[in-house]
Every structure is written in structure tokens, then in C-alpha cells.
């Protein structure tokens, strides 16, 4: 049984594809990456597109931001309305596999033709969700929007009404190409996006399996704190806060809460020695000053063994997500040992079990995000996953997913 796993590139969002197709690997099952960019790998099983089908991507993007893109409200996150695309169905890697697996593949990589020329190989297609926009018109996020329900007639995400009701547009596009596929399949990482794409009117109607993203738990696991920020060089007396770098202006990531949470800590907790450890970005002086504590950045975290030495060092991780699927990093801190604050909201309950293993702030809420960070550290709580997370567990719920679509 040979698996193909489509995918935009291996960095960020390519790391579920990755992580994915390693475990298939090591479990047995022949596995493959195709994705438009080239993977910055040696690997055979790994395959990028041409340097033209990346050209085409990115006109792609430059006609979407003129078409598109500038009438959307910067505070309601990323639209997508593919048009260009690249066919890759006769790809050999597409070609000589039995079943195909979707990932994250927008911004200009493929659009809706380009699902249907899969489709039509007769070979089970199943699309991995890692957000929303395979279930919406367009949105990647639909905040607290529930037009996805029903048709998406005049998006909250535009600024004004436009010639072209885009999200209607792309709805009924979807709503065709589903309506006739019956090789189709989708896989949810979180029961959140679980319920999401059962109340789609996309995909209400469509077979929908819930399997957890894999994590390779060899790499992250507990290590000993204090060892750990002796090698960061961070005082092993300091209490760590640690959270992902963000852009400030980004819809998704709540800064502005978690800003406002620090602030709270500041004046309300008594712990003298705490320190800020910030990765997926080198100094930032605009969010060092906004920090009330001593900082220090990581940088872009490239190694997964840097990370869970990152993670280990911290004594409660922070994730102000305001619309988020499955986050990596709460996934990769619980898995090593350090509890997680954060806000209920999406599929972040799945994994942080109140007061267990971390804190599950009210939404939107500065003030609980803040009494979350203290009761874990006063708490000292450690963090860990639960069962459902198992890779073996994970890779079995898999094999019996293409054994069913194969049959």
C-alpha cells in the first residue's frame, strides 16, 4: 500500500505532513512527500515540484492580493480563493500511489480543478484538515461566523460588498466538486474541527474521521528542568514563562491578551526571578518592551531536539490562541513534562484538562489567562498527553482508516 502526502512545503504547517509520513515509515507503511517547495532534504521518499509550478504560485498569491485580499478586514485572518493552481495528477508519486493524503496545499499551490484531477484517478483522496478553509468559502478561521453552515452568502470578512460575493463563489465551487466525489474523505485533527466539518454544508454529508496529529515522543519528552536552563543559560532559580514569538497585528494569536496577562503578573504575583523565553523569532525590541519581565529569544527553532530542550527549560508554556486546530506547541510542551495556559477554545481542550495538566482560561479573558500562569507555577504542575495521543494508537486509527477506504 503505497501513501502519497501532498503538501505546500516542509517547514511550519509541513511539519504535520512530515511528522506524519516518518511514523508511517517507521510503522511499515510505504510513504511519500510531493510538495511544491523543495523539502531542503535528502530524502528519496521526498519530492519537490519545479521551479515553474512555484512561479505559478506565487502569481497565483500576487493576483489573489489584487482580486481579493484587499478588501478583507485585516483583523479576520487569512482568505483564500485559489485560482491559478498546477496539476500534479500525473506526477509519478501521485501516480503510483493507492491512496492520496491532503494536506495544508494553498497559496497558490493547488485550487479546486486541481482536487477534481485527483479525484478522478479513482483513488481514495483523503484531505487532512489543518484549519478551516476546506469546510468554509474561503476563511481559514470563521472566528465566531457560522455561515459555513449554511452558504456563505456575503462574508463578515469583507470590508465592503465586492462585484463578486467571493466566499459564496467558492462555497458553491466546493459544494459541486463534494457533491459529486464518492472517493473523498476527511480527517480531523481535533474534535473541535470534528464538529465544524459536521455542521458544514459541505461536508455534513461526508465520511469524517477524528485522528489526532502524531508527535514523535522520543525527542519530546521530560528532561530534567534545571539541567535544561543551565544549558539555556537561564538561572535555575528563575520561574520560566515561555510562549511562540507572534506578529502583533495577527488576528489568530491574541497578543494583546497575553500582553495584558503579563502586565496582571507583574503587579499581582510575588515570585521575584521570572523570566520571558520567547522562540520563533530573534530579538524583537518591539515585543521586549512591552514584556514586564527580563527576555530572552530563541530565535526560529529549527531542531525538534532544540525545542524540547526550549520547552523543558520553561515552567508553564502559554498559548493565547484565539482560533487554533491543534497546536503543535501545546502538543510538543505537555509532551515534555511543562503544563500549558491557555484559552478554551478550539481544539486546545483536547489536549489541556483543567487544572490537570495546565489551565484553560475563559476566552478572551487577560485576567484568567493570568490566574492560569500563577496557578500552575504556585501548583507546580506537570504537563503530559493523554491517551488518544499514543503513536501507536494514532498510526492504528490510520491503518484502519485506508483499510476501509481501500476496500
Given at each position: 500500500m503505497k501513501i502519497t502526502h501532498i503538501q505546500f512545503?516542509?517547514?511550519?504547517?509541513?511539519?504535520?505532513a512530515f511528522r506524519l509520513h516518518t511514523a508511517f515509515l517507521a510503522h511499515g507503511i510505504d510513504?511519500?512527500?510531493l510538495s511544491l517547495l523543495p523539502p531542503g532534504i535528502a530524502d528519496q521518499k521526498i519530492m519537490g515540484l519545479r521551479k515553474r509550478?512555484?512561479?505559478?504560485a506565487d502569481f497565483d498569491q500576487r493576483l489573489q492580493a489584487v482580486l481579493i485580499r484587499k478588501h478583507i478586514k485585516p483583523d479576520k485572518g487569512l482568505f483564500s480563493y485559489p485560482i491559478l493552481g498546477n496539476d500534479i495528477s500525473k506526477h509519478p508519486l501521485v501516480a503510483n500511489s493507492d491512496v492520496i493524503y491532503v494536506h495544508w496545499v494553498l497559496h497558490g499551490?493547488?485550487?479546486l480543478k486541481n482536487f477534481e484531477q485527483l479525484v478522478s484517478l479513482g483513488?481514495?483522496?483523503i484531505f487532512f484538515l489543518h484549519d478551516m478553509w476546506s469546510i468554509t468559502g474561503g476563511c481559514h478561521h470563521s472566528f465566531e461566523c457560522e455561515k459555513y453552515t449554511t452558504a456563505c452568502i456575503k462574508c463578515p470578512m469583507f470590508d465592503k460588498e465586492t462585484t463578486i460575493d467571493w466566499a459564496a463563489s467558492e462555497f458553491q465551487k466546493k459544494k459541486s466538486f463534494y457533491s459529486k466525489?464518492?472517493?473523498?474523505?476527511?480527517?480531523t485533527p481535533s474534535t473541535w474541527l470534528q464538529g465544524c466539518t459536521q455542521k458544514s454544508a459541505l461536508t455534513r454529508d461526508k465520511p469524517i474521521f477524528y485522528i489526532p496529529n502524531i508527535l514523535d515522543r522520543t525527542i519530546f519528552k521530560p528532561f530534567a528542568k534545571q539541567i535544561a536552563k543551565q544549558i539555556l543559560n537561564i538561572d535555575p532559580d528563575e520561574t520560566v514563562i515561555a510562549f511562540g514569538a507572534m506578529a502583533l497585528n495577527n488576528p489568530y494569536k491574541g497578543w494583546e491578551y497575553l500582553k495584558s496577562a503579563l502586565e496582571i503578573l507583574k503587579s499581582s504575583f510575588e515570585l521575584v526571578k521570572i523570566s520571558a523565553l520567547i522562540f520563533g523569532s530573534n530579538h524583537n525590541q518591539q515585543i521586549a518592551n512591552t514584556i514586564p519581565f527580563k527576555t530572552k529569544f530563541m530565535g526560529y527553532l529549527k531542531d525538534e531536539y532544540i525545542s524540547a530542550l526550549v520547552y523543558n527549560a520553561a515552567d508553564v508554556f502559554v498559548a493565547p490562541s484565539l482560533a487554533d486546530n491543534l497546536p503543535f506547541t501545546v502538543l510538543e510542551s505537555l509532551a515534555c513534562g511543562t503544563p500549558v495556559t491557555a484559552f478554551r477554545t478550539g481544539g486546545i481542550p483536547d489536549m489541556v484538562i483543567h487544572k490537570k495538566n495546565g489551565y484553560l482560561a475563559d476566552y478572551k479573558d487577560a485576567k484568567d489567562l493570568a490566574e492560569?500562569?500563577?496557578?500552575?507555577?504556585n501548583e507546580q504542575l506537570s504537563g503530559y498527553l493523554a491517551e488518544q495521543f499514543n503513536s501507536d494508537e494514532i498510526i492504528k486509527k490510520h491503518k484502519e482508516l485506508i483499510n476501509e477506504v481501500t476496500l
Open positions: 512545503s516542509m517547514s511550519s504547517a509541513g511539519s504535520a510513504s511519500s512527500i509550478n512555484k512561479i505559478a499551490f493547488l485550487n483513488k481514495p483522496v466525489s464518492k472517493n473523498i474523505f476527511f480527517i492560569g500562569i500563577k496557578f500552575c507555577i
